[in-house]
């Protein structure tokens, strides 16, 4: 039988270890879409400070692992499943049969119609290669200015912290960590923030992020005047914010929040809502199929309803589940 894990973070590895232990002898393909070995995201914090070195990130620290257990490692992202036919496509033009398929695809961040997104120095905090960007702007000094104050948010928001920059947060929320905290605890956070020395700005949202400065010298002034950008960097970012104010930084990172990776699953025939809808043994609609982890819309006993989970202790125990 073959068994095919769509995402290599927690939930994939976990559910390919686990169905190794009770079928020694069918296929596993472990899918990844990032050059690294598997690894953790809620780990890049810790690497932010400086605790950890990027090795420090890896889900298992043996390099010969997944080769040790026959777990098949095939890089790529899937871009259609075709339940029916049981395969799945990747953006390298693979074409994956399957008897069995997990879909382990995490979350992304969710990008907001800001203009200015694109510009250089503005980072998601989601990836190592994001990490590594972030590392070389956020030095002891530089002005960075996060998005979002929610429960990762505050994460990176620490580690950013302890690297030294001056740091400013703005959250659209009316308090810090809006979903998980009252007035009363987020405005503890709030203060507890303000003391450290971080400039937090609630119920503000960023309308525009800018260049604070053409490039220097002939070739930038040149190639900006005839509307080709230029190589030579420019000095720092502006960014808007709703209440009128305007806040120099080096680097902004955006901590907006995520969403469920799953839009390759429109017209498989497999049911999503907010997330892939399983049941209580993490199958779908499709026997055979399964989804775990960030992008897994589970029944969760206390509220009685679907939910989608996005932390890591429940991806490990829905990949073992499923």
Not at 31 to 39: A, L, R, S
Not at 94 to 110: M, N, R
Not at 171 to 182: A, I, K, L, S
Request: with cysteine; net charge negative.
């Amino acid at each position: 039988m073959h068994h095919v894990i769509l995402g290599a973070g927690p939930a994939g590895v976990i559910a390919a270890e686990t169905i190794r232990k009770h079928a020694p002898a069918d296929t596993i393909t472990l899918v990844g879409d990032e050059g690294e070995p598997p690894y953790s995201r809620m780990a890049i914090p810790y690497l932010l400070i400086g605790n950890i070195k990027e090795t420090g990130t890896y889900l298992r620290k043996s390099l010969t692992h997944y080769a040790d257990l026959r777990i098949d490692q095939v890089p790529g992202q899937a871009t259609s499943v075709d339940a029916a036919a049981r395969t799945v496509t990747l953006d390298n033009g693979t074409q994956l049969s399957f008897d069995k398929l997990l879909i382990a695809t995490g979350s992304h961040p969710v990008r907001p119609p800001i203009p200015g997104m694109n510009l250089p120095g503005v980072h998601p905090c989601w990836t190592l290669e994001d990490a590594r960007a972030i590392m070389a702007l956020a030095q002891p000094g530089a002005r960075v200015l996060q998005m979002g104050a929610g429960f990762i948010g505050c994460i990176i928001m620490e580690a950013l912290a302890a690297r030294g920059v001056e740091l400013s947060v703005v959250e659209m929320g009316d308090r810090m960590v809006p979903r998980m905290m009252g007035p009363t605890a987020g405005g503890m956070i709030r203060d507890w923030c303000e003391k450290k020395g971080v400039k937090v700005f609630t119920g503000t949202k960023v309308e525009a992020i800018e260049l604070a400065s053409e490039p220097e010298g002939v070739v930038g002034k040149i190639a900006s005047a005839i509307g080709l950008g230029s190589t030579e960097p420019a000095k720092g970012l502006r960014v808007k914010l709703s209440g009128g104010q305007t806040v120099e930084a080096d680097l902004v990172i955006s901590a907006t929040g995520v969403r469920p990776a799953i839009g390759f699953l429109k017209d498989s025939g497999i049911t999503c809502l907010l997330g892939v809808l399983t049941d209580e043994h993490l199958q779908t609609n499709v026997p055979g199929i399964y989804a775990a982890g960030d992008c897994a819309e589970a029944f969760d006993k206390v509220s009685g309803k679907t939910i989608v989970s996005a932390i890591q202790p429940n991806a490990a125990e829905q990949a073992r589940v499923a």
